[in-house]
Structures are given as structure tokens and as C-alpha cells.
């Protein structure tokens, strides 16, 4: 007898798959655009320089010791995560009715976020873009929601926005429902709202009483200005929306390992956030406890610190400007091979994500011939594109373009 064999196989994850393949592959060409993680111009993981200093500082603070932290985390961490998201000057913050919550990374705030959303609310419907960050229905799924439903977000035809589509979908949204937005660099298209559109979808949402619940993974490393990637965010706010967004330093501070997060929560009335906290608080001792201390020591570290600070924001105003030289060389690239289409999409893009346009089947054979692992979507990661490899990568392009239909 055994209890598991029942137990069906689980469909692989794409990325982590693409990964393996292209760690077994010994092609000397190959190229990794599947993973989302940044790469330096010789194509290496970077730990930044504020890391290791902070990391120094903290390692000879013998004050610091390895107790738990509470349950919903450092203090100093989520305080500062939600000022940097809302701004200083935000309404929610001089009125003390926003607060934030330390999580395991952006997916943990999203989880923590979505079974509140789920079991303490009784919301069982959410919407997410189509197509979508894959993890995002599993997350809100496994959290108790029961239903999945999609916004039109991008149009293949015109490699854009679709803003009629997006609109028309969340107006017909039952009252109640949670619609997820990606605060800036949509993943997977790496196309985002202007600030135009985010006022239309800002009306929508109030008007249908829908509730919004944004994922900012990439404050400051999608254009290099931490204010600017708010925007949305700082918006909706002023226009008197309570909201959700997780926060993730996975990209921006690239701690990917540390599972460093924050749930930002804006409220409307401030008598009612002891009990909000209280039902978090339990949301988290049933599910992991509390959180690691060593990411959020480092980005509160570093925050804190005025010279750490303005050196951070140099480091993702490198990230981010050499991911977007990249779209830039591969546009010019593509275009010089003459390969079929129009390229200015690569660079209307931002972020670490670009929907190429290659459909399943192009992508695919991107993979088998030329060794260059991306999503079957089309979608390829920014940041696996270095000066050694962009013209490589746009020749591929061109053939397989040229060959696959």
C-alpha cells in the first residue's frame, strides 16, 4: 500500500525547465532568455554594492542577534518599503492609514495578500491580464479563490496595449471582484499603461467598486526613477482607492535568494487597522510564521542610510539603463538583417520582460537550433541580451522569422 499513488504528475514549470535545459546544453553560443534575473555586460550575476557594504555592517553589529522577528516582520523594513512605494508626501502616509507588512518576497506578499482577500473577506473572483504572470492564478487559486477570470491586456497585431479591451473587461466585472496590476514593466510583455490609460483604469475600478491589487516587482529597475515606477500606485491613491500592492526586492535590490518582500495595505479608515493586522498576523502564523531577517536588515540598512541610499539609486539606474541600451542594440540589429516586421516594440517595451512577437512555434525553433532558451510565449528576458551576444541573438531571429511561419 501506498498513500501517494494517486498522486498525478504536476505539469513542469516552464522557466525553471528552459533553465535546467540550458544548464545541461554545452553549446558554446548558447543564451539564457528565459530566467528572469539581471546579468552585468559579461553576462554574470551582480550583487550590489550597497549589499556587500551593508552585509559588512550588519556582520560586525554585535548588537544584532538571531531571535525571531514578529509575525508580520521588521518594523523599520516595512516602513520604509511603503514610504518608498507611496512617497514620503503620500496622503495615506500623513494620515497613518497605510502600513506594510514584511513577506517571503513579492509571491509571499501576494499569497498573504490574496488568502486575507479570500478567507477573511470572502472574495472569491479575481482578475489578472491576459496573458498574465503565470504564477499569479496559482497563487490566488491556492489562497481559496474559486474563479479566474482575464482582462484583455496585449494586442499581437499591433504589439501594443490593448486599453479598449482592458476597460471593457474590468466593466464588466462583478462588483467586488480583485483585479491584479502589475504597478510597472508588465510581465510578461514588458508594455505598460501611460499614465492616461492608468487614469481611465483608476475610473473603472472606483466606479464598479472593483478592488485593486497591485504587484510592484520592479520599482526603480524598469526605468531607473523609483518615483516615476510608483506612479500608478501614488495615483490610485489620491483618487481615495483602498488597495494592495506586494512589493518585491528580488530584482531591484537583486536578492533573489534573501525572499525579501513587503505587503503594502491602503486604507481609507485608520480605526480599523488593528483589526486588519489582527487577521494578517494569523494569516501568517498559519502559513510560515514569521519572516527571515537577513534580506530585510539589508534593504532597511541600506534605505536608512542616506549615502547607502543615493549609491542604490545609482546601481539601479545602471541596472536599468543597460537593460535599456540592450533593446536599443537589438532593434538596430534586427532591423539591419532586414528581419521581417516592425522592431519598435523592442524599445517602446520596459522592464526586464519583451513579448518578441515569435510565436510558439518560432520560439521553439529559437530553442532546438539555435540554442537561444526562451518562453514558448515569444517572451525572452532583457537582461540575457549582452554586447557579446545581441547580434547572435538578432541573426537567430532573422532566420527563424525568415523560416517559421
Given at each position: 500500500?501506498s498513500?501517494f499513488?494517486?498522486?498525478?504528475?504536476?505539469?513542469?514549470?516552464?522557466?525553471?525547465a528552459l533553465?535546467?535545459?540550458?544548464?545541461e546544453?554545452?553549446?558554446?553560443q548558447?543564451?539564457?532568455?528565459?530566467?528572469?534575473?539581471?546579468?552585468?555586460?559579461?553576462?554574470?550575476?551582480?550583487?550590489?554594492?550597497v549589499?556587500?557594504?551593508?552585509?559588512?555592517a550588519?556582520?560586525?553589529?554585535e548588537?544584532l542577534?538571531?531571535e525571531?522577528?514578529p509575525?508580520?516582520?521588521?518594523?523599520s523594513f516595512?516602513?520604509?518599503?511603503t514610504?518608498?512605494?507611496?512617497?514620503d508626501?503620500?496622503?495615506?502616509?500623513?494620515?497613518k492609514r497605510?502600513?506594510?507588512v514584511?513577506?517571503?518576497s513579492?509571491?509571499?506578499a501576494?499569497?498573504v495578500g490574496?488568502?486575507?482577500?479570500?478567507?477573511k473577506l470572502?472574495?472569491?473572483?479575481?482578475y489578472?491580464?491576459?496573458p498574465?504572470?503565470?504564477?499569479h492564478?496559482?497563487?490566488f487559486?491556492?489562497?481559496?479563490?474559486q474563479?479566474?477570470?482575464?482582462?484583455r491586456?496585449?494586442?499581437?497585431?499591433?504589439?501594443?496595449?490593448?486599453?479598449?479591451?482592458?476597460l471593457e473587461?474590468?466593466?464588466?466585472?462583478p462588483e467586488?471582484?480583485?483585479i491584479?496590476l502589475?504597478?510597472?514593466?508588465?510581465?510578461p510583455?514588458g508594455?505598460?499603461?501611460?499614465q492616461?490609460?492608468?487614469?481611465q483604469i483608476a475610473?473603472?475600478i472606483?466606479?464598479k467598486k472593483?478592488?485593486?491589487?497591485?504587484d510592484?516587482?520592479?520599482?526603480?529597475?524598469a526605468s531607473?526613477?523609483?518615483?516615476?515606477?510608483?506612479?500608478?500606485?501614488?495615483?490610485?491613491?489620491s483618487q481615495g482607492l483602498e488597495?494592495?500592492?506586494?512589493?518585491s526586492?528580488s530584482?531591484?535590490?537583486?536578492?533573489?535568494n534573501?525572499?525579501t518582500?513587503?505587503l503594502?495595505?491602503?486604507?481609507?479608515?485608520?480605526s480599523?487597522?488593528?483589526a486588519?493586522k489582527?487577521?494578517?498576523t494569523l494569516?501568517?502564523?498559519?502559513?510560515?510564521?514569521n519572516?527571515?531577517?537577513h534580506?530585510?536588515?539589508?534593504v532597511?540598512?541600506?534605505l536608512s542610510?542616506?549615502?547607502?541610499?543615493?549609491?542604490?539609486?545609482?546601481?539601479i539606474?545602471?541596472m536599468?539603463?543597460?537593460i535599456?541600451?540592450?533593446r536599443k542594440?537589438l532593434?538596430?540589429?534586427?532591423?539591419?538583417?532586414?528581419?521581417?516586421?516592425t522592431?519598435?516594440?523592442?524599445t517602446?517595451?520596459?522592464?526586464?520582460?519583451s513579448?518578441?512577437?515569435?510565436?510558439?512555434?518560432?520560439?521553439?525553433?529559437?530553442?532546438k537550433?539555435?540554442?537561444?532558451?526562451?518562453?514558448?510565449?515569444g517572451r525572452?528576458?532583457?537582461c540575457?541580451i549582452?554586447?557579446?551576444?545581441v547580434?547572435?541573438?538578432?541573426?537567430?531571429i532573422?532566420?527563424?522569422?525568415?523560416?517559421?511561419?
Amino acid at each position: 500500500m501506498s498513500w501517494f499513488s494517486s498522486v498525478e504528475q504536476g505539469p513542469p514549470i516552464e522557466v525553471f525547465a528552459l533553465t535546467k535545459q540550458y544548464t545541461e546544453d554545452n553549446f558554446p553560443q548558447k543564451v539564457n532568455l528565459g530566467a528572469g534575473a539581471y546579468r552585468t555586460d559579461e553576462g554574470k550575476p551582480w550583487v550590489l554594492p550597497v549589499v556587500r557594504a551593508a552585509e559588512k555592517a550588519l556582520a560586525n553589529d554585535e548588537t544584532l542577534n538571531k531571535e525571531y522577528l514578529p509575525v508580520l516582520g521588521l518594523d523599520s523594513f516595512s516602513s520604509l518599503s511603503t514610504n518608498m512605494l507611496l512617497g514620503d508626501d503620500s496622503p495615506a502616509i500623513v494620515e497613518k492609514r497605510a502600513f506594510g507588512v514584511q513577506t517571503l518576497s513579492g509571491s509571499g506578499a501576494l499569497r498573504v495578500g490574496a488568502e486575507f482577500l479570500a478567507k477573511k473577506l470572502g472574495k472569491t473572483i479575481f482578475y489578472c491580464s491576459t496573458p498574465n504572470y503565470e504564477n499569479h492564478k496559482l497563487v490566488f487559486l491556492s489562497a481559496g479563490f474559486q474563479e479566474a477570470k482575464e482582462y484583455r491586456y496585449w494586442d499581437q497585431e499591433k504589439r501594443g496595449l490593448d486599453i479598449e479591451g482592458f476597460l471593457e473587461d474590468i466593466s464588466n466585472a462583478p462588483e467586488g471582484s480583485i483585479i491584479i496590476l502589475h504597478a510597472c514593466a508588465h510581465n510578461p510583455t514588458g508594455c505598460d499603461p501611460t499614465q492616461e490609460h492608468w487614469e481611465q483604469i483608476a475610473q473603472v475600478i472606483k466606479h464598479k467598486k472593483l478592488f485593486p491589487f497591485f504587484d510592484s516587482a520592479y520599482q526603480g529597475f524598469a526605468s531607473g526613477d523609483l518615483d516615476k515606477d510608483a506612479w500608478a500606485v501614488r495615483f490610485f491613491v489620491s483618487q481615495g482607492l483602498e488597495l494592495f500592492c506586494a512589493q518585491s526586492y528580488s530584482k531591484n535590490f537583486c536578492l533573489y535568494n534573501e525572499r525579501t518582500g513587503n505587503l503594502s495595505v491602503v486604507m481609507n479608515n485608520p480605526s480599523e487597522i488593528a483589526a486588519v493586522k489582527s487577521q494578517i498576523t494569523l494569516t501568517i502564523r498559519g502559513m510560515y510564521s514569521n519572516p527571515p531577517s537577513h534580506g530585510a536588515r539589508i534593504v532597511s540598512y541600506v534605505l536608512s542610510n542616506k549615502e547607502l541610499f543615493d549609491q542604490w539609486k545609482g546601481n539601479i539606474k545602471t541596472m536599468s539603463s543597460r537593460i535599456i541600451e540592450m533593446r536599443k542594440r537589438l532593434r538596430e540589429e534586427l532591423e539591419q538583417f532586414g528581419t521581417p516586421g516592425t522592431w519598435n516594440h523592442i524599445t517602446d517595451q520596459i522592464g526586464m520582460f519583451s513579448y518578441t512577437g515569435l510565436n510558439e512555434a518560432q520560439s521553439e525553433h529559437m530553442v532546438k537550433k539555435h540554442h537561444i532558451y526562451m518562453l514558448r510565449s515569444g517572451r525572452i528576458c532583457m537582461c540575457g541580451i549582452i554586447l557579446s551576444n545581441v547580434e547572435y541573438v538578432a541573426r537567430a531571429i532573422n532566420e527563424t522569422l525568415t523560416s517559421i511561419h
